[in-house]
């Protein structure tokens, strides 16, 4: 009774086997290769999938995502007989699953040698400026040749990218030392073209502020002459108006001449020639009023005399 009790145990344990080799389940984004006896028979999709257990075998499950490989610095001599290191990122993606894994042996080891050999020569056509600058056209380049490839691999390459190009320390000395040299001679000539430009301004603020201040000038000295005609005009047409005769003017006259004398620091009194004729006229005005009581009478002028020389 044991002994069927066994058997019937390990009929289950096999049965239970059977239904998990006969069940596979693929997840999405993936694929698996099946071989019976050895040989290919098909590729399981994403989802539940049934086998002959026993018989037909996983040989290879492949991812069907596109994939992020990097490869370490490789040094390339470029035309000019320079060594850079250049590191690559690879962006791939598996089209035909059996392809991957029958075609080639080791995809990802192939598609790095194979990136190594063409970048090499491409590089080996160029110098160390256009390879510093070209980055663009490299990875057109790479790419092209790296897709071609891989077709018959079942794999299609969709990015090629360049993480880094590193020349030599000398020649990145050399390249510092040019860039820093090209911005200070950038930095003189902003600094002269800007002292330039200060010292135009300034000059036209000057040329500006002289002819505004000449301008000025001019119409201040053309309205104090405005003015001063002005006045003139004004003192003229009183005294016409007032009908002042030569006497008055004798008399205003001789009270100017104090105000003349006013000050500390007139040590020098000029009398004007025409203090006589002043006089004359005053002196006129006066003799027709007549004498004033109590004043006295102005004696006659003597008359000049002039000895006569002695001719014996």
């Known amino acids: 009774m044991s002994a069927i009790i066994i058997v019937l145990i390990i009929l289950v344990v ?19 290769i099946v071989e019976r006896f050895g040989r290919y028979t098909r590729t399981l999709n994403a989802g539940l999938n049934i086998v002959v257990p026993f018989i037909d075998s996983i040989r290879n499950r492949i991812d069907l995502r596109e994939q992020v490989v990097p490869f370490p610095p490789q040094p390339v001599i470029t035309q000019d007989n320079l060594v850079v290191n250049i590191d690559t990122v690879i962006y791939y993606q598996v089209t035909d699953a059996r392809a991957a894994t029958y075609e080639v042996a080791s995809y990802i080891q192939a598609i790095e040698q194979l990136t190594v050999t063409t970048l090499r020569n491409i590089i080996g056509g160029m110098d160390l ?5 070209s980055r663009e056209e490299i990875n057109a380049a790479l790419r092209g040749v790296l897709d071609e490839a891989t077709g018959k691999w079942g ?3 969709n990015r090629v ?28 000539i902003l600094t002269a073209e800007g002292i330039r430009q200060s010292q135009i301004l300034t000059a036209e603020g000057e ?13 201040a000295a053309a309205l104090r002459a405005e003015g001063e005609a002005q006045a003139i005009r004004t ?28 000050g500390d620091a007139n040590k020098l009194w000029i009398v004007p020639s025409e203090i006589g004729d002043a006089l004359k006229g005053l002196s006129g005005a006066m003799g ?17 005399r002039r000895e006569q020389p002695n001719i014996d």
């Open 14 to 32: 096999l049965v239970f086997i059977a239904l998990i080799k006969t069940i596979q389940v693929i997840p999405q984004a993936s694929a698996a």
């Open 155 to 157: 794999i299609r390459v």
């Open 207 to 219: 040329k500006q502020s002289a002819i505004l201040r000449a301008e000025g000038e001019a119409k």
């Open 129 to 133: 400026e256009r390879t510093l600058t």
């Open 288 to 304: 027709n009023f007549g004498p004033m009581a109590g004043a006295p009478t102005p004696a006659a002028p003597a008359k000049e």
């Open 235 to 262: 003192v003229f047409e009183s005294i016409h108006a007032g009908d002042a005769d030569q006497k008055l003017l004798a008399y205003q006259y001789l009270q100017m001449l104090p105000k003349i004398a006013e």
């Open 161 to 188: 990218e360049l993480k880094a190009i590193e020349p030599p320390t000398s020649i990145q000395d050399s390249m510092e030392k040019q860039m820093r040299a090209d911005r200070d001679k950038r930095a003189a």
